[in-house]
């Protein structure tokens, strides 16, 4: 029913419908351009509402992968290295470390991330993976995006992160006897969840005249605070708890590790 203003002044009614909304529906982006352009439109709103307003809506896939995958960074002690958080299970209660690419064959996402140029070594945790880069002189703002890309491409491909079922630490076994199996205990429980944070790992590797043998991995293994690490902080609370304990020292898996601990 036409109101008493229709009557009096169709044109003045603001209830009376307009042509140009009857064939500009909302739903067609084109149509819709052409109603923001409406100078009814453009008066009614801010200039800065006006300009924001998206024109095409963003593709429902792209949204979902943004949602559902926010990778987060963190800063280490070590400078070239840097721990990527995506927020989802990475080893869930285990590390694992690819020193080199001729390591990576056990994982198609360490392959993946050591075809970045300047990726130099590569580590697992349990909710997060670290990359090392090969010099100071690389700018992270460079090599981020090729990180994300290769870490949020692998997780949507749904692949296996390892091909086969490998474990870089050290549990305890029934032949240890009462003082490794305290050492184990306590890295374990106080001093590997404290390292791990800071992107690295220590894994037990013997025990022998007092002298507990251990490897450093991901930002450790080239962080220049990694002796003072092992020593003041590592040795001091093994002696601490364990007086059987005489000392620490950093042992080294292969040459490539011992070019680098040469090289610090």
């Not at 970045?116 to 981020?144: H, Y």
């Not at 091909?163 to 029934?174: K, L, N, R, V, Y």
């Not at 969840?193 to 490897?215: A, M, S």
Request: proline letters at 9%; one cysteine or more; charged letters at 25%.
């Amino acid at each position: 029913m036409p109101c008493s203003a229709c009557l009096r002044s169709p044109r003045a009614c603001p209830r009376a419908p307009r042509l140009w909304d009857l064939y500009l529906p909302a739903a067609d982006p084109l149509r819709r351009f052409c109603a923001m352009m409406n100078p009814d439109t453009i008066k009614k709103q801010p200039l800065h509402q006006f300009v924001q307003r998206p024109l095409f809506p963003l593709p429902a896939t792209l949204c979902n992968t943004v949602r559902h995958m926010f990778i987060q960074t963190q800063d280490t002690p070590n400078p070239n290295s840097l721990k990527f958080i995506p927020g989802k299970p990475v080893l869930e209660t285990r590390t694992m470390d690819f020193p080199t690419p001729a390591a990576a064959f056990r994982s198609p996402l360490a392959r993946q991330l050591f075809r970045i140029e300047g990726v130099k070594s590569v580590f697992f945790g349990p909710d997060f993976i670290t990359v090392t880069k090969e010099s100071e002189e690389l700018d992270w703002n460079l090599l981020k995006p090729d990180i994300y890309a290769t870490i949020m491409d692998f997780f949507a491909s749904g692949l296996p992160l390892v091909t086969e079922e490998t474990s870089s630490g050290e549990a305890g076994s029934e032949e240890d006897d009462e003082v490794v199996a305290m050492i184990k205990e306590l890295l374990d429980t106080r001093i590997r969840p404290t390292v791990q944070e800071d992107g690295g790992d220590v894994i037990y590797k013997g025990f022998e005249d007092g002298i507990v043998q251990l490897k450093l991995q991901g930002s450790c293994t080239s962080c220049p605070s990694s002796i003072i690490t092992l020593k003041n902080g590592i040795q001091n609370m093994l002696q601490f708890y364990i007086p059987e304990v005489e000392g620490v020292e950093q042992v080294m898996d292969d040459e490539s590790d011992e070019k680098e601990a040469n090289s610090t």
